[in-house]
């Protein structure tokens, strides 16, 4: 996503600052060309130097570009893809919304045409007043970009809002941004991950050993090309950035989620691991070991992607341990898919849990390809480049909401 791109990071002064040396690491190894700007203050936290080796450019602080160095000048570095502010100050989001110029980072976004990100980070009285948020709504308005800061200790002691977020998070809100035109933009699409929790009593329950990472892998995918993403998920993974998150435990939760979400939708993918049968009743308390035995009636819980009707793209997985093309292939027809993907769990290379899977991608159409071992989310867009290519130019027709 970020290979080749022309990143401009602009740091402003505050303890938070260290994080950004991060950021910048993160998107100097994933291919990006990363320029970085300076305020006066960032560079009383951080030597220039820092930014200058991890990303193997000149760091700009000041307005005057040298004759020997016109490519820093906040003209020549506001030719950028997109501008990502981290840490952002009170001061800075002041001066950006009253359009001020004064310095070289707010120079170089006023002179911009790209989008830009903005991640504040300052001790929550700051970031509450009422002026704050007054000049994050300007910035809003016009189009920028705000990655809200997370609760935490400050660095004053107090604990509160305002925490920079991780650099991988605000690695994420990039990719968004920089995605939204991509070849799925204003689609929507919901996508399931993890396994079901069928409870047998307050503490025990019956599940599988669905990680929910190939799911997360979809959403992150999908979000990058411009969809508006719903995650139903029931895996305990950190929450994607720029999605609609549904928390389920059940497979009737996630059932009931999958058919509220689904209305306007343009594909499902159900990705999740769904139990396929739940206790006829579940204990109100926990059932004691007693003599050492536990007789359980089982009884079979809902098909989700077999139940849930519309006018959308379907795709499903199967996960078999023993001939998982043909398998997958009755799936696809029993279910009436537009795509299933299938791998096999006996392979080792794609153990529950690891980052990387081997698939075999079946369309309705009867075509079959076969994947090599690949990281989740490099399938995740194979997976994705066909559901693009099925949804061409055509949008489902929206139904109308009653007022």
Do not use: W
């Given at each position: 996503m970020l290979k080749g ?290 007789n359980l009636k089982l ?105």
């Amino acid at each position: 996503m970020l290979k080749g791109k022309n990143i401009l990071l602009g740091v402003t002064g505050g303890i938070a600052i260290y994080k950004a040396a991060d950021l910048a690491s993160l998107m100097t190894k994933a291919g990006a060309h990363v320029n970085v700007v300076m305020t006066a203050s960032a560079t009383e936290f951080v030597s220039p130097l820092v930014f200058s080796a991890l990303t193997g450019n000149e760091v700009a602080t000041s307005m005057f570009a040298s004759p020997e160095k016109p490519d820093i000048s906040h003209i020549r570095m506001a030719e950028t893809d997109i501008v990502v502010i981290a840490p952002a100050t009170a001061n800075i989001i002041a001066k950006l919304a009253g359009g001020f110029a004064d310095d070289i980072l707010s120079a170089t976004v006023l002179a911009t045409r790209a989008p830009v990100v903005i991640a504040p980070s300052m001790h929550h009285n700051m970031y509450t007043n009422t002026v704050t948020r007054e000049n994050m709504q300007k910035l809003k308005s016009r189009g920028f970009t705000f990655i809200e800061p997370e609760t935490g200790r400050l660095a004053s002691g107090d604990v509160g809002v305002g925490r920079l977020p991780a650099p991988e998070k605000i690695l994420s809100a990039v990719e968004q941004v920089l995605g939204q035109k991509g070849d799925l933009a204003g689609r929507q699409i919901v996508i399931t991950a993890g396994g079901t929790r069928e409870p047998i009593d307050p503490v025990r329950c019956i599940s599988n050993r669905s990680s929910g990472k190939m799911g997360y892998a979809l959403v992150e995918a999908a979000r990058n090309r411009g969809a508006k993403v719903t995650l139903i998920t029931a895996a305990a993974l950190p929450e994607p950035f720029g999605v609609k998150v549904v928390p389920v435990a059940t497979a009737e939760e996630m059932k009931k989620a999958v058919e509220k979400s689904v209305a306007l939708c343009d594909a499902l993918i159900m990705a999740a691991a769904v139990a396929d049968f739940k206790p006829k009743a579940a204990a109100l308390k926990k059932i004691k070991k007693g003599n050492g035995r536990l007789n359980l009636k089982l009884v079979a819980t809902p098909d989700i992607l077999a139940e849930t009707k519309g006018g959308f793209l379907r795709v499903g997985f199967a996960a078999e341990s023993g001939n998982p093309v043909p398998n997958a292939r009755k799936k696809l027809k029993t279910k009436k898919l537009d795509i299933i993907v299938a791998n096999d769990i006996t392979d080792p290379a794609c153990t529950f849990g690891s980052d990387t899977n081997k698939v075999t991608i079946i369309g309705k159409d009867g075509s079959q390809e076969s994947l090599p071992l690949l990281l989740k989310r490099e399938v995740a867009d194979r997976i994705l480049d066909r559901v693009a290519k099925l949804m061409g130019g055509k949008r489902r027709k929206r139904a109308r909401r009653k007022s």
